[in-house]
């Protein structure tokens, strides 16, 4: 391989170029806020599991096994409703068939191999995928999937366990804003990247369909369809100009 060649080839594998001690702290302070905001979120999914009839064990063995947080809500919420579990899994497992889908996307710059790439896979999520895909150099998109996805497991399990333990105690986890803190950290990843019209479009677009759906749909399903829109333009053939 020429040497150029290799040289590109190892900067998009982000070997020789580590990141500066600002950038890396950067990209840590975003990695732990999502971690913190999601994770905070776990204390509801606790409360509502035990409520449900599930055991803390249960409920805590959902969140280390499972863990996303869309399906683990769709599953206990099934429960809740009287389901079969064959129902709950079912609906849970559509639900985490967009994890599959990031996972397409992560690989290609995650590089993880043998152990790593099974631990990837069981940290491919909605918040560790999106710090990752903010960053713009390869080395910040592995560290930023990799603090993300352990911030997150960390922080929800904790919050998980917390909330089977005292569950109805701590009241409607909706008036300390938890419901509100991770569409908030996203929000926050979202708004430095729609400098371009066509991006600030595709986001309204996609708001404007998750939106309208999610009236009419499962937890998980809005997130889903909205994600059409950003295929369909992304698939849309571009106009390019022409000389005269």
């Known amino acids: 391989m020429p040497s150029q060649a290799r040289g590109a080839a190892d900067s998009d594998r982000g070997g020789p170029e580590p990141l500066s001690p600002g950038r890396r702290a950067e990209v840590l302070r975003q990695s732990l806020s999502v971690g913190i905001a999601t994770g905070a979120y776990g204390i509801s999914f606790g409360a509502l599991s035990v409520a449900a009839g599930l055991s803390v064990l249960q409920t805590q063995a959902l969140s280390a096994l499972m863990f996303t947080g869309g399906s683990q809500f769709a599953f206990v919420g099934v429960v809740a409703a009287g389901g079969a579990g064959s129902a709950a899994i079912a609906t849970a497992t559509l639900l985490g068939i967009r994890n599959g889908l990031y996972g397409l996307q ?15 896979a069981q940290l491919t999520i909605d918040e560790s995928t999106a710090v990752g895909m903010v960053q713009p150099e390869p080395s910040g998109r592995r560290l930023g999937f990799w603090t993300t996805g352990l911030a997150v497991f960390v922080f929800w399990n904790a919050a998980t366990l917390l909330g089977a333990i005292v569950g109805n105690a701590l009241g409607d986890p909706k008036q300390w804003g938890l419901d509100a803190a991770a569409a908030a950290a996203f929000l926050g990843l979202l708004w430095p990247r729609l400098r371009s019209g ?5 986001a309204a ?10 009236p009419h749909a499962p937890a998980g399903i809005p997130v889903i369809v909205a994600s059409l ?3 369909v333009v992304g698939l849309a053939p571009r106009r390019t100009g022409v000389a005269t």
């Open 229 to 231: 829109v950003a295929v």
């Open 205 to 214: 677009a996609a708001a404007l369909v998750a939106v309208l759906v999610a």
């Open 106 to 120: 992560v690989t290609t710059w995650l590089g993880a191999r043998g152990l790593r790439r099974a631990a990837a």
């Open 198 to 202: 066509e991006a600030a479009g595709v």
